[in-house]
């Protein structure tokens, strides 16, 4: 009789664990059983125009022909800003659901902290998204899609490329060349000027070598090839600190140093005097800028060589007439 009983019991035990472990079995299911909103693919090349929104400020990124101009005003936008844009606007991955209420702000996705992204073919919108902040592991972003009340992680980290203003996205390149193209420096140090050239060799045609022994000072004299190679690195591709908005290139007088670099296509740098006694900082314009701009005090430094001192010992320098 005994035995019976403990039969019976195992029998009612066994039914137990059977009945809970296939309810958790579909409760678990019910966890993972949803699917993932398709994103339609979309190539870099077919985008047009990008419009980023954020806490009342807004951005709007247009391509103009090859280039990318930030509007209004039209100025050019950094190369590399848009193409992390395009990178993460084109490669966008939902990797999982995270939630159905709709607690944003937990995950930077309410009005306040909110990036509403909108992306165009021509006239046609075809990306649209909200981005929240980065997710716990680093390696996903919180994103609601246009007309999904859920929250997903997006594959890769990338909020941070949707978070700079105008001014941040603006193009800040303000004199660029080849090296190898430039044949003649001029440059002009209060009132001493100098003229560096280059022998572009025997065939008119071929470009300047690189050797920094070819260049000649005033009246033959040898060159510093040192100084001179570290100036024309830090002049081939010259970024701002800032722009000046509010002044014409124009309105700020003599300059305390001019560089013209020839070649083909004519390159000229002015710097002037920093704007305040206790100020760092240097206006100054190019040719290849329509609006004066700063330079940090260690760009400056690093530019404004005396003539003198690209030259080898016992060089000769001209004195400005």
Avoid at 21 to 38: A, H, I, N
Avoid at 168 to 188: G, M, N, Q, Y
Wanted: one cysteine or more; charged letters at 30%; a neutral charge.
């Amino acid at each position: 009789m005994e035995t019976v009983k403990r039969k019976k019991e195992f029998i009612i035990l066994g039914l137990i664990i059977v009945a809970l472990s296939v309810y958790l079995f579909q409760r678990s299911g019910d966890r993972t059983r949803y699917t993932l909103p398709e994103v339609a693919a979309l190539t870099a090349s077919e985008i047009t125009k990008i419009e980023i929104a954020r806490a009342g400020q807004s951005v709007v990124l247009v391509r103009k022909d090859e280039h990318w101009v930030i509007e209004p005003p039209g100025v050019a936008a950094a190369p590399k800003s848009v193409q992390e844009m395009l990178e993460a606007l084109t490669g966008l991955t939902l990797t999982a659901l995270v939630a159905e209420s709709k607690s944003y702000s937990l995950y930077e996705l309410d009005d306040e902290n909110k990036i509403h992204v909108k992306a165009w073919q021509d006239g046609r919108l075809r990306r649209e998204l909200d981005i929240g902040k980065t997710a716990p592991s680093f390696r996903h972003t919180f994103v609601r899609l246009a007309g999904d009340d859920r929250v997903y992680h997006a594959r890769d980290n990338f909020r941070f490329r949707f978070t700079g203003g105008p001014e941040e996205l603006r193009d800040k390149t303000v004199l660029s060349f080849k090296r190898p193209d430039i044949t003649a420096v001029r440059i002009t140090s209060g009132n001493t000027e100098a003229t560096f050239t280059r022998d572009k060799g025997a065939d008119p045609g071929a470009p300047a070598p690189e050797e920094a022994s070819l260049w000649k000072g005033p009246a033959g004299a040898a060159v510093n090839a040192a100084r001179l190679n570290a100036l024309l690195a830090a002049l081939s591709d010259l970024t701002c600190e800032k722009f000046i908005p509010d002044r014409g290139k124009e309105s700020f007088g003599r300059p305390v140093f001019s560089i013209t670099l020839s070649g083909g296509k004519e390159h000229s740098l002015s710097i002037f005097a920093p704007s305040g006694a206790d100020s760092g900082e240097h206006p100054a314009v190019s040719s290849a800028s329509d609006a004066p701009f700063v330079l940090a005090q260690d760009q400056a430094k690093t530019i404004m060589q005396d003539p003198g001192e690209l030259l080898e010992t016992g060089g000769k320098k001209e004195e400005k007439k």
